[in-house]
């Protein structure tokens, strides 16, 4: 079966950075694309980034463009996400999700990890 485990999450400084991993299995992890979602304290689910099968093509909101970068190795199926610059906006508990085709965009939410939880506070 399908299985997704975030890791990488922590207490950090504003400015700072974190690199979150998520480690893949039971599926052809480069057949797929990957996302990354977040959900703020009482907010709802943030898309985040997504990348396609292959890592060639990479998406991201306003919200993190030039701050987070995704990437993925397939020798390894795992998918990261660097987060640099990071602000107490970006608190939030981080879903690593398969998407349900190779192109990882618009992102189609398939299955889901536990979520790796983020606090950005000084």
């Known amino acids: 079966q399908v299985q997704l485990v975030e890791s990488g999450g922590g207490l950090v400084q504003p400015g700072g950075s974190l690199r979150l991993s998520c480690a893949a299995s039971?599926?052809?992890?480069?057949?797929?694309?990957m996302i990354w979602v977040r959900q703020a304290p009482g907010k709802g689910l943030e898309w985040v980034s997504d990348?396609?099968?292959?890592?060639?093509?990479?998406y991201y909101p306003d919200s993190v463009k030039g701050r987070f970068t995704i990437s993925r190795d397939n020798a390894k199926n795992t998918v990261y996400l660097q987060m640099n610059n990071l602000t107490p906006e970006d608190t939030a508990l981080y879903y690593c999700?398969?998407?349900?085709?190779?192109?990882?965009?618009?992102?189609?939410?398939?299955?889901w990890g536990q979520g790796t939880q983020v606090t950005v506070s000084s």
């Open positions: 999700v398969k998407d349900r085709d190779w192109s990882g965009h618009p992102p189609q939410y398939d299955h």
């Open positions: 039971g599926f052809t992890f480069s057949a797929y694309g």
């Open positions: 990348i396609d099968g292959d890592g060639e093509s990479t």
